[in-house]
């Protein structure tokens, strides 16, 4: 028996307690640095190859009332997609604890979880404010904010996360990339010698930017089986005059826009040993897919445990993730992570007064962990809608549900016990999968080949529009809109992305109007 959705969705203003705040990826190409005089000495240009693919394997599958995938085959004679039945509790993804059922439209990221303790909230409330304060550089009498840089992205958390959603490569390509970063380093994955991990393109007063990056856009025309042709971008970035001298000349580069802040406390509270059991580094099963777990270490600790967080899942945990975006991102320290991100080359970065150590203190990082923990996921709001069950059959169909993996339960959660026990539904495994050389970056990353990537959950993807005033996808927002983002999947997902240029248009609008309804 499905219980009823006691849900009262509204579109517009109200917030309660909230603040009024106002994929993919670079790959092959990588060029030596060469002296050029209009751009700097030692620039460099990383672009993608939007032909790499892997051969189709045309399996794909569906999943049953546990969200655990089970094969059908596409190009057999068995039937095309079916529309899907509902299930019970899908239009409360993040379930009664968890999801928001109040706000929708800009403010539809906003809302903390309605299942958390009166303590819980506290720490919210005072988390949202440090969350959408802007820093500033070191010294001032705003002692508890300052420490800003030397050399950073972004002035506050909300500056790339924007009403707690998702950030995009700029219009123009021109820096400051506010919202979209890119991620440093040599051919085995350790860090720029003269640049570090992460490029920083703004510095504080004194202080030059490390260089200034660029994106350019090639079309990539495509058709589908129907006739109906189809564009996609495919971005190159330039990393033009350098401060500090040539970048190293096997540099590997990877852009990543910031993704939406929604159910992170959710995916963290699901229990290890279930995402694992779901890996199969070896395709024993033979369907094509081989998720692998990302093992990564605490910073303080060494203790290794799955990574959940960042676009290769390099973050054991929120608390890691935050606090190394106030690092990467902001310059500012925490007892994690307690030096910024200056080589010895960057002589006025090593000179900059410090806003002490750690810049960010326990307690005010505490709070910042515990916000982006528990804010809410927006109820689904056409769940039960005829197209929107058909492009769920058509999603299970196709295969989507092997990596997204529509539904899990969390398990013990001691740090935030009002989060165990919820059935939730983020269609993800948070398991590293081959994509591709077309959204290659060809950059190791702990466990992770330069093909792999995360599967991002897709829960609230189709509020980004009504969030953030754009519809940018997929880890570096190459793609403009959602079908552009299927049409770039390849390696294990070649042959749904293969499946999806073969459907009819009746399909492929049904499919997308259900992913708009996540």
Same mark, same amino acid.
């Given at each position: 028996?499905?219980?009823?959705?006691?849900?009262?969705?509204?579109?517009?203003?109200?917030v309660?307690?909230?603040? *009024?705040d106002?994929?993919?990826?670079p790959? *092959?190409?990588?060029?030596?640095? /060469?002296?050029d005089?209009? +751009?700097g000495?030692?620039? !460099?240009t990383?672009d993608?190859d939007?032909t #790499?693919s892997?051969?189709? +394997? #045309?399996s794909?599958?569906?999943t049953?009332?546990?969200?655990v995938p089970t094969?059908?085959? @596409?190009?057999?004679?068995?039937?095309?997609?079916?529309?899907?039945?509902?299930?019970?509790?899908?239009?409360?993804p993040g379930?009664?604890?968890?999801?928001?059922?109040?706000?929708l439209?800009?403010?539809?990221?906003?809302?903390h979880m309605?299942?958390i303790s009166?303590?819980?909230?506290?720490?919210?409330?005072?988390g949202?404010s440090?969350?959408?304060?802007?820093?500033?550089?070191?010294?001032?009498?705003t002692t +508890?904010? *300052?420490?800003?840089?030397?050399?950073y992205? @972004?002035?506050g958390?909300?500056s790339c996360h924007?009403?707690?959603?998702r #950030?995009?490569?700029? %219009?123009?390509?021109?820096?400051?990339?506010?919202?979209l970063?890119v991620?440093?380093?040599t051919?085995?994955?350790?860090?720029?010698?003269?640049?570090g991990?992460?490029?920083?393109d703004?510095g504080i007063?004194?202080v030059?930017?490390?260089a200034?990056?660029r994106?350019?856009?090639?079309?990539?025309?495509?058709?589908?089986?129907?006739? /109906?042709?189809?564009?996609?971008?495919?971005?190159?970035?330039?990393?033009?005059?350098?401060a500090?001298?040539?970048?190293?000349a096997?540099?590997?580069?990877?852009p990543r826009?910031?993704?939406?802040?929604?159910?992170?406390?959710?995916?963290? @509270?699901?229990?290890? @040993? %279930?995402?694992?059991?779901?890996a199969?580094?070896?395709?024993?099963?033979? *369907?094509g897919v081989?998720?692998?777990?990302?093992?990564?270490?605490?910073?303080?600790?060494?203790? !290794?445990?799955?990574?959940?967080? #960042?676009w290769?899942?390099?973050? &054991?945990s &929120?608390?890691?993730q935050?606090?190394g975006?106030f690092?990467?991102?902001?310059?500012? /320290?925490t007892?994690?992570f307690p030096v910024d991100?200056c080589?010895?080359?960057?002589t006025e970065?090593q000179?900059?007064?410090?806003g002490?150590?750690p810049?960010?203190?326990a307690?005010?990082? %505490?709070?910042? !962990?515990?916000?982006?923990?528990?804010?809410? !996921?927006?109820?689904?709001?056409?769940?039960?809608d005829?197209?929107?069950?058909?492009?769920k059959?058509?999603f299970d169909w196709?295969?989507?549900?092997r990596c997204h993996v529509?539904?899990h339960? +969390?398990?013990?959660?001691?740090e935030?016990?009002?989060? %165990?026990?919820?059935?939730?539904?983020?269609y993800?495994?948070?398991?590293l999968?081959?994509m591709g050389?077309?959204?290659?970056?060809?950059?190791? &990353?702990?466990?992770?080949s330069?093909?792999?990537?995360? /599967?991002?959950?897709l829960?609230g993807l189709?509020?980004?529009?009504?969030?953030?005033?754009?519809?940018?996808?997929?880890h570096?927002g190459?793609?403009r809109?959602?079908?552009e983002?299927?049409l770039?999947?390849g390696?294990?997902?070649?042959?749904?992305?293969?499946g999806?240029?073969?459907l009819?248009?009746?399909?492929?609008?049904?499919?997308?109007r259900f992913?708009?309804?996540?």
């Amino acid at each position: 028996m499905l219980r009823s959705p006691l849900v009262l969705l509204m579109t517009a203003t109200l917030v309660v307690g909230c603040r *009024d705040d106002g994929e993919p990826s670079p790959t *092959d190409g990588l060029s030596t640095p /060469t002296p050029d005089s209009d +751009t700097g000495a030692g620039d !460099v240009t990383a672009d993608s190859d939007p032909t #790499g693919s892997t051969d189709p +394997t #045309g399996s794909t599958g569906s999943t049953d009332s546990t969200g655990v995938p089970t094969a059908t085959t @596409a190009d057999t004679a068995l039937p095309g997609p079916q529309p899907a039945e509902l299930e019970d509790g899908e239009w409360l993804p993040g379930d009664e604890v968890g999801t928001n059922t109040l706000l929708l439209g800009v403010n539809a990221f906003k809302m903390h979880m309605p299942g958390i303790s009166a303590e819980t909230e506290q720490l919210f409330f005072s988390g949202n404010s440090w969350f959408n304060q802007s820093f500033v550089s070191a010294p001032s009498s705003t002692t +508890t904010r *300052d420490g800003l840089g030397p050399v950073y992205n @972004a002035t506050g958390c909300s500056s790339c996360h924007f009403h707690d959603g998702r #950030g995009r490569p700029p %219009e123009d390509g021109l820096a400051p990339l506010a919202g979209l970063l890119v991620r440093l380093s040599t051919a085995d994955g350790s860090p720029d010698p003269t640049y570090g991990g992460q490029l920083q393109d703004v510095g504080i007063l004194g202080v030059p930017p490390e260089a200034v990056p660029r994106i350019t856009w090639a079309p990539v025309p495509g058709t589908f089986d129907d006739g /109906t042709p189809y564009e996609l971008l495919a971005p190159t970035y330039h990393l033009e005059s350098p401060a500090h001298g040539p970048f190293a000349a096997d540099l590997q580069i990877s852009p990543r826009v910031a993704p939406q802040m929604i159910g992170l406390g959710l995916l963290e @509270a699901i229990s290890e @040993a %279930e995402l694992v059991a779901r890996a199969d580094p070896d395709d024993l099963d033979g *369907d094509g897919v081989s998720g692998r777990p990302q093992w990564s270490e605490h910073p303080i600790t060494g203790a !290794v445990s799955l990574g959940r967080f #960042g676009w290769k899942g390099e973050a &054991v945990s &929120v608390e890691v993730q935050s606090a190394g975006a106030f690092n990467g991102d902001l310059g500012l /320290t925490t007892d994690l992570f307690p030096v910024d991100d200056c080589t010895p080359a960057q002589t006025e970065c090593q000179a900059a007064l410090s806003g002490g150590s750690p810049e960010i203190e326990a307690h005010v990082l %505490e709070r910042v !962990v515990v916000y982006s923990q528990v804010l809410a !996921v927006p109820a689904r709001r056409h769940w039960d809608d005829d197209e929107v069950l058909l492009g769920k059959g058509v999603f299970d169909w196709l295969g989507c549900v092997r990596c997204h993996v529509p539904s899990h339960t +969390t398990g013990a959660f001691p740090e935030l016990p009002e989060l %165990e026990g919820q059935t939730i539904w983020p269609y993800t495994d948070l398991l590293l999968h081959d994509m591709g050389d077309g959204l290659a970056d060809h950059r190791p &990353v702990g466990e992770a080949s330069g093909r792999e990537w995360k /599967t991002p959950p897709l829960w609230g993807l189709g509020l980004i529009p009504d969030v953030n005033g754009h519809s940018r996808y997929l880890h570096d927002g190459r793609a403009r809109n959602l079908e552009e983002a299927i049409l770039w999947h390849g390696g294990e997902a070649q042959s749904a992305s293969d499946g999806y240029r073969a459907l009819p248009l009746e399909q492929r609008q049904a499919l997308l109007r259900f992913l708009e309804d996540l």
